[in-house]
């Protein structure tokens, strides 16, 4: 199944997003929010969630080149 990545700041909707692949995407980093939320809807099973600052931290984090 499939799973949609939403990303919400301050209470708005910033981003959407329905990966095909289990590879790390970007996130908008043009938005100053205080309080931020990530919500994910669908059928896909999940097992980990990462975010990090950067996509070099999000690498080292999660162990992968």
């Known amino acids: 199944g499939s799973t949609t990545f939403y990303l ?3 209470g708005n909707l ?3 997003h ?3 692949t289990d590879k790390p995407f970007r996130l908008p980093h043009n938005h100053s929010c205080i309080n931020w939320e990530i919500e994910l809807i669908g059928s896909a099973a999940i ?3 990462h975010v990090a600052t950067s996509m070099r931290d999000l690498i080292e984090e999660i ?3």
């Open 8 to 10: 919400y700041g301050d």
């Open 14 to 16: 910033i981003y959407a």
């Open 47 to 49: 097992k980990e969630v």
């Open 63 to 65: 162990g992968e080149a």
């Open 18 to 20: 329905t990966p095909t």
